[in-house]
Nanobody, 125 residues
Framework: VQLQASGGGLVQAGGSLRLSCAASGFNVDHYAEGWFRQAPGKEREGLSCINADGDTTYYADSVKGRFTISRDKVKNTVYLQMNSLEPEDTAVYYC???????????????????WGKGTLVTVSS
């Protein structure tokens, strides 16, 4: 499985970014996908998950109302639209094949083979 997250960068507080996660070498149509992040010195934090059909989404309280997950099955891509960014959102963001019933307490539970390389998001105050 190859998942490549992109779209990170430096943004001011209150700004927006859209992250993308393209899958290659693997058809993710039948799998839920999610995003988690990891800030320096902190544990992985599950952010959002979308089911295989793309019609059910889940969010951590910390991002609910600010982040939106979506998926495009034609492009084999999952997105994370992030609005109203805060300095506390600064982290490396990862996409992953995910279990939506576990992503909050155990993000990336399938293991590193099912994560993409992360993309760094830096929010300045």
């Amino acid at each position: 499985v190859q998942l490549q997250a992109s779209g990170g960068g430096l943004v001011q507080a209150g700004g927006s970014l859209r992250l993308s996660c393209a899958a290659s070498g693997f058809n993710v149509d039948h799998y839920a996908e999610g995003w988690f992040r990891q800030a320096p010195g902190k544990e992985r934090e599950g952010l959002s998950c979308i089911n295989a059909d793309g019609d059910t989404t889940y969010y951590a309280d910390s991002v609910k109302g600010r982040f939106t997950i979506s998926r495009d099955k034609v492009k084999n891509t999952v997105y994370l639209q992030m609005n109203s960014l805060e300095p506390e959102d600064t982290a490396v963001y990862y996409c992953a094949i995910e279990r939506c019933d576990r992503f909050l307490r155990e993000p990336g539970s399938y293991g590193k083979d099912y994560w993409g390389k992360g993309t760094l998001v830096t929010v300045s105050s």
